[in-house]
């Protein structure tokens, strides 16, 4: 297999040599796949390398301090003199409030993880938020049913963890929150059955955040992740932007970043979401072929539209086609206007279990 993929990668870099005048810089090809159990990643290359090293991540904003997150109540004493604030103090399970001190453009993905305050929330949407930002709302979702007990006022990330595709799908597709409560539940039930010594620890939780970081459930998906995690490495000298996930021998979902340091910088999130899909998940596997994760990554038409546009700072672009969902999301800073992540998810994806509706908190 690896031998297959390095003899893909040969192959990649010689066409591009003798590319014809008629290829676009744009496109994307996807090379053979690296397997793992039920696991496959088939690595993205090609399309324009675009400068994004100016991008904050969330984790890095976090951990400086240049970036606050917390409940919507809790803002007052946090901004700049002057900012007026609305009070809310018992604050909403679907809203958050950000504020970037940075003097660096902050980049948001769907799916990261905030843990703490009342309850622990999962990004809804991709966003960029602009540097020495006056305090904005955040499109959240609870991954915590059951708690509206403060455990401190401000949020810090879950790190090195991104919500499963899954748990994004919900957020980011149906927009509803019973949903992702219901992915939740099938996830911490496949992690208990995937990780059999965590389920007594695990089953008197409803978090995700707090299942995804017991010891042995880490240990679980580092398993399962630690085989990709030289893959980039040798995926920079081609250029690497993205991966095509498949699990069961079903493709599922792709990631496609503007630049090989972005992938870079989200890669231990991303590798540990997809191991975390695959054990939730179970099977023993399943193939797809190259057309078909090729076709996934080319077929991108659809009902477009346009779901939030902040002038100067970023749009954002949702797709739906035949079975699927693309979302893009569109820097618009000056001198830089290009297409900084997208992801696209199947929407033939089968629950394995039905769960219950969780009554809304709030």
């Known amino acids: 297999m690896h031998n297959a993929f390095?003899?893909?990668?040969?192959?990649?870099?010689?066409?591009?040599?003798?590319?014809?005048?008629?290829?676009?810089?744009?496109?994307?090809?996807?090379?053979?796949?690296?397997?793992?159990?039920n696991l496959s990643l088939f690595p993205i290359v090609g399309g324009a390398e675009t400068d994004t090293a100016h991008f904050l991540?969330?984790?890095?904003?976090?951990?400086?301090?240049?970036?606050?997150?917390?409940e919507a109540g809790a803002?007052?004493?946090?901004?700049?003199?002057?900012?007026?604030?609305?009070?809310?103090?018992?604050?909403?399970?679907?809203?958050l409030v950000l504020i970037n001190n940075s003097v660096r453009p902050l980049l948001l993905l769907a799916g990261e993880i905030?843990?703490?305050?009342?309850?622990?929330?999962?990004?809804?949407?991709?966003?960029?938020?602009?540097?020495?930002?006056?305090?904005?709302?955040?499109?959240?979702?609870?991954?915590?049913?059951?708690?509206w007990v403060a455990t401190s006022e401000r949020f810090s990330a879950l790190g090195g963890s991104m919500a499963q595709?899954?748990?994004?799908?919900?957020?980011?597709?149906?927009?509803?929150?019973?949903?992702v409560w219901a992915h939740v539940g099938e996830a911490n039930a496949g992690i208990a059955v995937a990780a059999?010594?965590?389920?007594?620890?695990?089953?008197?939780t409803t978090s995700y955040a707090?299942?995804?970081?017991?010891?042995?459930?880490?240990?679980?998906?580092?398993?399962?992740?630690?085989?990709?995690?030289?893959?980039?490495?040798?995926?920079?000298?081609?250029?690497?932007?993205?991966?095509?996930?498949?699990?069961n021998g079903h493709i599922t979902w792709a990631d496609v970043f503007a630049s090989t340091d972005l992938l870079e910088k989200y890669w231990p999130k991303l590798i540990r979401s997809y191991a975390a899909e695959s054990l939730t998940?179970?099977?023993?596997?399943?193939?797809?072929?190259?057309?078909?994760?090729?076709?996934?990554?080319?077929?991108?038409q659809g009902n477009r539209e346009v779901t939030e546009t902040e002038p100067g700072v970023f749009r954002r672009v949702e797709i739906t086609g035949d079975g699927y969902k693309v979302f893009a999301l569109n820097s618009l800073l000056p001198k830089e206007q290009f297409t900084v992540h997208l992801a696209k998810m199947s929407l033939n994806q089968t629950s394995r279990l039905k769960m219950p509706a969780v009554p809304l908190l709030r």
């Open 6 to 37: 390095l003899a893909q990668i040969v192959f990649v870099a010689l066409s591009a040599l003798f590319a014809d005048a008629g290829t676009t810089t744009r496109e994307y090809k996807v090379l053979a796949p690296i397997s793992h159990g």
């Open 57 to 70: 991540t969330l984790d890095e904003g976090l951990r400086s301090g240049a970036v606050v997150v917390t």
């Open 75 to 95: 803002v007052q004493g946090l901004v700049r003199p002057g900012t007026f604030v609305p009070r809310n103090p018992s604050g909403e399970v679907n809203r």
């Open 114 to 147: 905030v843990t703490g305050g009342k309850q622990d929330r999962v990004i809804g949407v991709d966003r960029i938020v602009p540097p020495k930002s006056e305090p904005i709302d955040l499109s959240v979702f609870c991954v915590e049913p059951g708690r």
């Open 165 to 179: 595709p899954s748990v994004r799908m919900p957020a980011m597709a149906m927009k509803d929150q019973q949903a």
């Open 196 to 204: 059999p010594q965590a389920a007594p620890a695990i089953g008197g």
């Open 210 to 247: 707090k299942t995804m970081q017991n010891p042995e459930v880490q240990k679980r998906v580092a398993s399962v992740a630690s085989d990709y995690d030289n893959l980039l490495r040798e995926l920079r000298k081609v250029g690497a932007k993205g991966v095509v996930v498949a699990v």
């Open 281 to 300: 998940t179970g099977g023993s596997g399943g193939k797809v072929d190259l057309q078909s994760a090729q076709g996934f990554v080319d077929q991108l």
